[in-house]
């Protein structure tokens, strides 16, 4: 299951990758909000969806905010999460493919539906390429376990 959340300046293009997901893809999403345009504090959706993907309850997730900035950083202070800013097809394969990337963020504000779209397909097609990215991810898991007591 794929957990997804957003801010208000994330709600539409969420909205439009919740219907790919399901109806392109038919992926079982669960939607943690906002639900609306109504202006929200991103960091407490930001934190739902790291939340359930560092415990396991999702097995990846998707965040929403005007430029993806904000979630990134709010979803990056949970322990085990590895989130993502993508703003092109490349950069959510190599999120995947290079950092196992178990959280994809993006800006609603900064992308169009299909371009988005197409970066969630390519960053879900793309696999963990293992070997020394495997290296670096375990230097960066070390990093955290020093410091997020």
Not at 15 to 37: M, P, Q, S, Y
Not at 43 to 48: I, T, Y
Not at 66 to 85: C, D, E, F, Q, Y
Request: charged content about 25%.
């Amino acid at each position: 299951m794929i957990v997804i959340g957003s801010d208000h300046g994330g709600f539409d293009l969420k909205t439009a990758i919740f219907k790919f997901l399901k109806g392109d893809r038919n992926i079982e999403i669960l939607d943690v909000g906002t639900n609306g345009e109504d202006s929200v504090d991103y960091p407490q959706f930001a934190l739902k969806v790291a939340n359930m993907v560092a415990s396991g309850a999702g097995e990846l997730g998707i965040l929403v905010c005007g430029t993806g900035i904000g979630m990134s950083i709010t979803a990056n202070k949970v322990p085990g999460i590895r989130a993502a800013l993508a703003t092109d097809i490349f950069m959510g394969r190599m999120a995947k493919e290079h950092n196992n990337a178990n959280i994809l963020v993006l800006g609603g504000r900064i992308l169009d539906e299909k371009h988005a779209c197409d970066i969630v397909a390519a960053w879900l097609d793309a696999s963990f390429a293992e070997g020394r990215h495997e290296t670096r991810l375990n230097q960066i898991a070390g990093i955290e376990k020093k410091y997020c007591k």
